[in-house]
């Protein structure tokens, strides 16, 4: 019998889900069932195919697609009728978004969101894309026609979808093995310098970035740039990295009103964003900004970062102290609509004067650059102009109180261990390199946040926390960035507990995603949902894979605790991913940063003495200012900080005051120089350690 489709009042199983994106589709005609057992015994009971939609709360082209199929009741009625219909977060499901996202790639050679998959309900693919209009244009087949042939084609032929499927999941199975699972390769140096000449390639000398529109910021990409030039003293290197965060920060990606980074630019100058914005890269983007301020000294990066952090701490954190998700590019169904501005709008909010004046400043025109209104930029703008715009502070601050007022865009309330953990890791670092305290409580109370709610009484990490509810067993990234966040914590307050929680984290992170046949981590763990196989992966795309983060972070504990293992450890999973590094060296840069590292010698300093005196506090000032990003710092507090770190850390034991003095101490393989009692001596050092590298 014909199911007709529900009124718009009547809500679907979407409304118990926690999820905003499941959220925003409650409330659809399509009877929607989250992914589980009841959607696929529905499947298998009635006969039907699963038609699987995943995206995000903040997704334009998700949105799109809802309004015209997912809200329209023809569709619906298609859907409900003869398919079995399942919504996913892939922010909160990415191991499902993974898989189908590699069937829609292997396909079609594409990608993106929403994803639209087709499938058996034994969770085999037959069929993938991504967004699909209603009707056909745009060269692409309407949904609703797509909708009827398949249905036809599940009448009719359905032992053949059914091999079909078969056929697609072994070939994706075995393109997944032939990547993730190859081995025996060794990251050579040559690897690493055919990244940095695809880099130097491909670099726009005009505008930053590389490659044609769509530019992406991609802030490993940058920090590997950085490392290379720490490394091997390239200066082109250096300025591809300094240009190109130069061109961002003038850009229209960047929120020169409200701060904070859009996910993208469509345009090469990176002025016209796609005006989502994101946990993580804005999290990536500051420690990219903080590690340049580090070896240039230029204010505008250091400003770049602070300006990303007063927007994450105004707009971004929970009361409890954890951080959201993300901002949709859309308000009142329009992209860009809370952002952009004409003149009058401005000059009615600062007057004529100084309304002008903002507008020549920020390239505000009549005729606009978007759509017939201007995104604020300086993408033209000469280093004194940049200065001249900073100095319109308070108009910027009227401006932004009058931007409050429109109808704001969507916030992903949702908060995310792994996202956390690099924005918690960027905080870190900001503390200790802008020597804002701010910035390092901020980073405390979310770490703690994070251990509280988001971790089990067992040790177990979950992925997701949202209205009181924390769920989700997490995944290899939850607990890689989590521990980078422990270290960078660790580095910048010397305090046991953050390197203490790092290693325990560690050692969940092995039990339950190391593979201990070939090398490398799983994307989730023995304990999840065991899906229709099981990636590993070690591209560097949006973010870092786990894989490559994990090699930093080993090489980070290994300097600090003095432990091989977790050295030999990093240098398998570079063996388990080699030949997949070897052929593509440009989408695995987070893992050749690993790579530079792993070359090196181990060094690290540490710093000994009271905190309360003004010369330890110096010489922390001194080791930390500096950009030595194969290296360890250890800052060892006399006291119960010092007893405690001796249990995780014994070869500090013989390292002491010298006369009652704060003392630095200088290391290379473990094997340390004469140590010092003043920061003017360690900078010394310090600089000789530099120049040996």
């Not at 505000?364 to 017939?372: A, K, L, M, S, V």
């Not at 300086?378 to 429109?406: G, M, P, T």
């Not at 922390?620 to 249990?647: H, M, W």
Request: with cysteine; glycine share 8%; charged share 25%.
């Amino acid at each position: 019998m014909p199911v007709t489709a529900k009124s718009s009042d009547q809500p679907n199983r979407l409304i118990k889900e926690k999820s905003p994106y499941l959220l925003q589709h409650a409330y659809n005609p399509v009877d929607w069932y989250p992914w589980g057992e009841e959607a696929f015994d529905k499947a298998r009971t009635e006969n039907k195919p699963i038609f699987l939609s995943i995206g995000y709360s903040t997704c334009h082209w998700c949105h799109v697609m809802e309004r015209e199929s997912f809200e329209d009741e023809e569709v619906a009625d298609a859907l409900n009728n003869n398919f079995i219909s399942i919504k996913v977060d892939r922010e909160e499901r990415p191991d499902i978004d993974h898989i189908y996202m590699s069937v829609c790639q292997a396909l079609t050679g594409q990608g993106g969101w929403p994803l639209t998959i087709f499938m058996t309900a034994d969770n085999k693919p037959f069929y993938a894309g991504t967004y699909l209009p209603k009707t056909s244009r745009y060269g692409r087949i309407g949904f609703l026609e797509l909708l009827d042939r398949i249905h036809e084609m599940w009448l009719e032929q359905q032992d053949e979808v059914n091999d079909s499927a078969e056929r697609i999941l072994s070939a994706v199975k075995e393109a997944f093995l032939s990547d993730a699972e190859q081995g025996e390769s060794g990251i050579l140096p040559e690897t690493v310098h055919d990244a940095y000449e695809q880099f130097k390639y491909t670099f726009d000398r005009s505008y930053g970035g590389f490659g044609s529109a769509p530019k992406f910021p991609s802030p490993h990409n940058l920090l590997f740039l950085m490392r290379y030039w720490f490394r091997y003293g390239n200066e082109v290197s250096l300025d591809m990295a300094v240009e190109t965060l130069k061109a961002i920060y003038k850009g229209g990606i960047h929120d020169h009103i409200g701060f904070g980074f859009s996910r993208y630019s469509v345009d090469n100058k990176w002025l016209v964003p796609h005006f989502e914005k994101m946990l993580y890269d804005n999290a990536l983007l500051a420690t990219a900004y903080l590690e340049c301020y580090q070896i240039t000294g230029l204010p505008l990066m250091s400003k770049a970062a602070e300006e990303i952090f007063e927007y994450v701490l105004r707009e971004m954190t929970s009361p409890e102290g954890g951080f959201y998700s993300a901002e949709d590019a859309d308000s009142e169904g329009v992209e860009g609509k809370y952002y952009v501005w004409t003149p009058d709008e401005v000059i009615s909010v600062l007057g004529e004067e100084k309304g002008r004046e903002f507008c020549l400043a920020y390239d505000i025109t009549e005729q606009g650059n978007f759509e017939g209104k201007s995104i604020p930029n300086l993408v033209n703008a000469s280093d004194e102009d940049i200065d001249n715009a900073h100095q319109l502070y308070e108009e910027r601050i009227k401006l932004l109180e009058a931007r409050d007022e429109r109808s704001h865009p969507h916030k992903d309330d949702k908060i995310l261990t792994s996202w956390n953990g690099m924005m918690i890791a960027a905080l870190a670092m900001g503390g200790r390199i802008l020597k804002d305290s701010s910035y390092l409580e901020a980073a405390e109370k979310a770490w703690h946040f994070i251990i509280e709610q988001l971790q089990r009484e067992d040790g177990r990490l979950l992925a997701r926390y949202r209205d009181g509810e924390a769920a989700i067993p997490g995944y290899a990234d939850d607990y890689a960035f989590l521990i980078w966040a422990g270290i960078e914590l660790f580095e910048t307050t010397g305090r046991a507990e953050y390197l203490e929680k790092a290693i325990e984290l560690n050692d969940g992170l092995m039990k339950l995603f190391w593979d201990e046949e070939k090398g490398g981590l799983f994307l989730y763990g023995t304990d999840s949902e065991q899906l229709i196989y099981r990636p590993k992966e070690i591209y560097d795309g949006a973010t870092p894979s786990a894989n490559s983060q994990t090699v930093w972070n080993w090489l980070k504990l290994s300097g600090i605790i003095g432990n091989q293992e977790y050295a030999d450890r990093a240098d398998q999973i570079l063996t388990a991913f080699g030949d997949s590094i070897v052929n593509q060296p440009r989408g695995s840069c987070h893992a050749l940063s690993g790579a530079m590292y792993a070359s090196e010698s181990n060094r690290e300093v540490v710093i000994v003495g009271r905190e309360e005196d003004k010369e330890f506090q110096d010489m922390v000032k001194a080791a930390q200012s500096n950009y030595y990003p194969f290296s360890v710092t250890i800052l060892c507090k006399e006291g119960d900080e010092r007893r405690k770190l001796e249990l995780l850390i014994p070869d500090i034991g013989d390292k002491g005051m010298l006369m009652g003095k704060a003392t630095a101490y200088v290391c290379v393989d473990f094997a340390c120089r004469e140590p010092v009692t003043s920061a003017v001596e360690l900078s010394r050092q310090l600089e000789e350690f530099r120049h040996q590298l």
